[in-house]
Nanobody, 116 residues
């Protein structure tokens, strides 16, 4: 059974940091490109960051460049999103996604709220 379980969300003040984790099971994690998306209320889901199978290629949305870092540990079947210098506009539900050719799996999401 395929599972992607996000954790690490919560309430943080502007300028603070959070580290999201996404633990994968039920598929060959190391073969999948992993992505983080987010969806704010009333907005469409947007791609935040992606990391290729070996971690050799990282990509970020312009809005998070220099503040967020995506990484993966294939030995632990886990992908991470380190979020620094958080802003209120980063408030959203964050989802991890696993993609390989025609297969695409999603987690249930974790809420990140940036507010004073």
């Amino acid at each position: 059974q395929v599972q992607l379980v996000e954790s690490g969300g919560g309430l943080v003040q502007p300028g603070g940091s959070l580290r999201l984790s996404c633990a994968a099971s039920g598929f060959t994690f190391s073969s999948y490109t992993m992505r983080w998306y987010r969806q704010a209320p009333g907005k469409e889901r947007e791609l935040v960051a992606s990391v290729t199978t070996t971690g050799g290629s990282l990509n970020y949305a312009d809005s998070v460049k220099g503040r967020f870092t995506v990484s993966r540990d294939n030995a632990k079947n886990t992908v991470y999103l380190q979020m620094n210098s958080l802003k209120p506009e980063d408030t959203a539900v964050y989802y991890c996604n696993a993609m390989f050719i025609w297969n695409s799996y999603w987690g249930q999401g974790t809420q990140v709220t940036v507010s004073s």
